[in-house]
Structure formats: C-alpha cells, structure tokens
C-alpha cells in the first residue's frame, strides 16, 4: 500500500523552467526523502530532510517540509532534458525503519 | 563499491509456476528491502530485514510468497506459484540502519512477466 501521494501525477515543462512537485503522507515521521526513477533503473536518492527541518538545498534541488500539513515539495530548478525521470517521495515512520513511497510524479522536460 | 545486485533482470514463466529472485545487498549494510513496484506505480513494501530477522512483513502475501535471508546478508523472494497479477518489477534495496538518518541504496530490479 502507498503511504504517500504525490502531486501532480505527471509534469511537462520546458527546459530551463523550474519543477515543482508535492507530497502528502499520513504518519508522523523521522524523515522524508526523495529519489528519482529513470525509465526501466532503479531508484536513486536525491535528497533527505528530517522532520526537526524545514528546507533543504543539494545543487539544484530545493526541498521543504511541513510536518503539521504533513506535506512536502521538490524543487528542480533550471530543469534538464536529463532530469525527466520519475520522482519519488517516502517516509521513514517514527518509531519504525520501514520505508514508505507515494506513488510518484513523472516529469518531462522537452529539450 | 559495488552495488545492491539483483538477478536475474528479466524472468518470464507461465502462471502456476515457482520462480525466485536473488539480492546481495551492499556489504555491511543490515537492512534489506524487497518491494513490489507496477507499472506507473510507486514501490510497494513487501518485507523488511533487520539482519537475518524478518522485522516486517506485513505486506507479503504469505499463501504463495516467501523470504529469506541467510546469515544477514543475501536474499531471495521466492513466488509459488505464481498468478497472472504478479507480473511486476520486483526491487530490493538496503540500508545501514545506525545512528542518524540513511537512505536506501536500490538494485536494478527483476521484471517479471507471468504469462
């Protein structure tokens, strides 16, 4: 089962513009993180933000966390065709070591 | 530093009939993952590893699945027998789960076809 969902389910833009994606979880949580799915590969981590943080930045990645919306969002700035992939949101639950996906939003960014 | 292997990548059998599917985690690393993920879809947590102890496996459908984990470090999901449904992408992933934060580090994936 999903614990998470994200938003929008799928995202085109053009390149050099900026992504924004979003996610909701249901649980109280340790940390959220990010990865990234290319076509047919597996998952890649991106970026982890604990619950006691609000944003966080890696390169071209901005991220933020609201744990009483029990919300998060991506940013991709200054989007590549190379960054259209599938992205990933999940949550580690407090008290627990499961690692939990939502159910993903696929970004294409045209060349 | 070699990665979570996986094999095989692709697998396809009949319905009705067993298969399994191998992972080697990334050394050192005491948590391992097997997750279902379909098409379009996010992965799916199917068991969870703390070691060779099988912390969590609430998700795995236990009238046909099966896990394991010898000595804490490979694994195998074995599927018998296998329906039509099960046709997926099965990952598995690891961590170290210490003190502080981790993240999971994926294999390449199994992509079954039960036909």
């Known amino acids: 089962s999903q614990q998470g969902e994200e938003d929008p389910q799928a995202l085109s833009i053009q390149e050099g513009e900026n992504a924004t994606m979003n996610c909701s979880y249901k649980t109280s949580i340790n940390n959220l993180q990010w990865y990234r799915q290319n076509s047919g590969r597996g998952l890649v981590h991106l970026i982890l933000?604990?619950?006691?943080?609000r944003e966080k930045h890696s390169g071209r990645l901005r991220v933020t966390l609201d744990t009483s919306k029990k919300s998060s969002s991506l940013l991709i700035t200054a989007s590549r065709a190379a960054d259209t992939a599938s992205y990933f949101c999940a949550t580690r639950q407090t008290g627990a070591n499961n690692l939990f996906f939502g159910t993903g939003t696929r970004l294409t960014v045209i060349p | 530093e070699a990665g979570v292997v996986q094999s095989p990548r692709y697998k396809i059998i009949e319905k009705k009939q067993p298969v399994a599917f191998w992972c080697n985690p990334i050394s050192g690393h005491n948590t391992l993952y097997w997750y279902l993920q379909n098409l379009g879809q996010g992965p799916e947590l199917l068991i969870r590893?703390?070691?060779?102890?099988?912390?969590?496996d609430s998700q795995l459908p236990k009238d046909r699945f099966s896990a394991e984990r010898l000595k804490g470090v490979d694994s195998t999901l074995k599927i018998q027998p296998a329906e039509l449904g099960d046709s997926a992408v099965y990952l598995c992933a690891s961590s170290f789960a210490g003190a502080g934060d981790t993240e999971a580090f994926f294999g390449q994936g199994t992509r079954l076809t039960v036909v």
């Open positions: 590893y703390e070691n060779e102890e099988a912390v969590d």
């Open positions: 933000i604990r619950s006691n943080e």
